[in-house]
């Protein structure tokens, strides 16, 4: 089992619509809790980091995060085409030796 | 404009020779990680240094690379002796650790060519 579980996509959705992207990790006692978007051929940039149990919202992304269920999902509300691009969820465990883990990721496709 | 910076930004070079990168963390930060991403492996952690120790280095293949930080302003990774396997895109994260966690920004990564 890998330790931070994206589903590879692609994920597509019409302009306007909401995009939801969703992640899953396996130990239990991970902390923080972070989405990456990186576009094509260039490097990863930091979205959202969430750290409590709920719901934490930024302009039109929200992250939302289920510690009970080891679950993190990023929202993007009325998805525009420059969205298009590969959603990376990232977890760092309780531990300072623990380093941050990245899944696969996700490409998102939002249609015009 | 605070941001990493990572040199060089591509590398062609022949199977044998050693290769080094070079990242300079963003001013203030503490914690410098190296990652390597490929289409087949995604972002895998190379290496991970707080305050210049290394913390972990479990993901580096020990027989040919090495991870360093003479100082605050600079982290190196090594490559020596180079394989075409080693071909991937490398990048530097810096973050500073508040609290919980660490918020890592990344530079625009070393595209290395092994042929």
């Known amino acids: 089992q890998k330790e931070v579980e994206q589903n590879s996509g692609p994920l597509s959705v019409p302009e306007g619509a909401i995009a939801s992207l969703n992640c899953t990790y396996s130990d239990r006692v991970s902390q923080s809790f972070f989405w990456y978007r990186q576009y094509s051929g260039k490097s990863p940039e930091l979205i959202m980091s969430?750290?409590?149990?709920g719901d934490k919202e930024d302009g039109r992304f929200t992250a939302q995060l289920n510690k009970a269920s080891q679950y993190v999902s990023l929202l993007i509300r009325d998805s525009q085409p420059s969205d298009s691009a590969t959603y990376l969820c990232?977890?760092?465990?309780?531990?300072?030796?623990?380093?941050?883990?990245f899944g696969s990721g996700t490409r998102l496709q939002v249609q015009p | 404009d605070a941001r990493v910076t990572q040199t060089p930004r591509h590398k062609v070079t022949e199977m044998g020779q050693e290769v080094t990168m070079r990242c300079q963390p963003i001013l203030g930060h503490n914690t410098v990680f190296w990652y390597r991403q490929t289409m087949m492996q995604g972002l895998e952690l190379l290496a991970y240094?707080?305050?210049?120790?290394?913390?972990?280095d479990s993901g580096m293949p020990k027989d040919r690379f090495s991870a360093e930080m003479p100082d605050a302003t600079l982290a190196t990774l090594k490559i020596q002796p180079s394989e075409p396997r080693d071909s991937a895109v490398y990048f530097c994260?810096?973050?500073?650790?508040?609290?919980?966690?660490?918020?890592?920004?990344f530079g625009q990564g070393t595209r290395l060519t092994v042929v």
């Open positions: 994260a810096s973050g500073l650790v508040l609290g919980q966690g660490v918020e890592a920004f």
């Open positions: 990232a977890v760092k465990g309780d531990t300072g030796r623990r380093a941050l883990t």
């Open positions: 969430i750290y409590s149990n």
């Open positions: 240094f707080r305050n210049r120790a290394p913390l972990d």
